[in-house]
């Protein structure tokens, strides 16, 4: 029989725990990976006009990545509270979104050029940096945590299906 963990708080609780923690994990595995697609991602060519733009505030340029790179997991955690007649418009935000995460940090300026383009802001650069490897661990924690979540609901509902009893006719 299939227990149904969301009206028991404190059954809820520790699954909830044990998938983050299992999320951190598999991201920490996987994070150097991630990296390397990242650098294959900026190989793409890149549309002068907007690289143009972007360098004009290379200080914005960066802060606004983190604000695409935190709209994708955001909309993937509002989604799991939606019905399912919302889910395919998660899907294409989550696809304009990723389109316009990859394209800008394919045109933003190099990060590694702040401590040149901010000498006297080094430490500012430093948590740049920091805050950029930070925020990909916990994005790609957070993906792993949604693809688990929903890995553990498709189980639940093939032990569902698998319970129910074939219905004759008569």
Not at 44 to 56: C, E, S, V, Y
Not at 95 to 117: E, F, I, K, N, R
Not at 129 to 142: D, F, N, P
Request: aromatic residues 10%; proline residues 5%.
């Amino acid at each position: 029989m299939h227990a149904d963990l969301s009206h028991s708080p404190t059954r809820r609780h520790p699954l909830l725990r044990a998938l983050g923690l299992a999320s951190l994990a598999i991201a920490g595995l996987i994070l150097p990976f991630v990296w390397d697609v990242l650098s294959l991602v900026n190989e793409m060519p890149k549309m002068n006009w907007l690289q143009h733009a972007l360098a004009q505030a290379p200080a914005l340029s960066w802060l606004m990545m983190f604000v695409w790179g935190a709209a994708i997991p955001g909309v993937l955690l509002w989604s799991m509270h939606q019905s399912k007649h919302h889910k395919i418009a998660t899907i294409v935000s989550m696809l304009v979104l990723m389109w316009v995460a990859v394209t800008w940090y394919v045109h933003m300026p190099v990060s590694g050029q702040c401590d040149s383009l901010y000498s006297q802001w080094s430490w500012a650069c430093t948590v740049l940096q920091w805050a950029y490897s930070l925020s990909l661990g916990l994005a790609t924690a957070t993906y792993v945590f949604i693809m688990l979540g929903l890995g553990l609901s498709a189980l639940g509902l093939l032990a569902e299906g698998l319970d129910e009893k074939p219905v004759h006719a008569s």
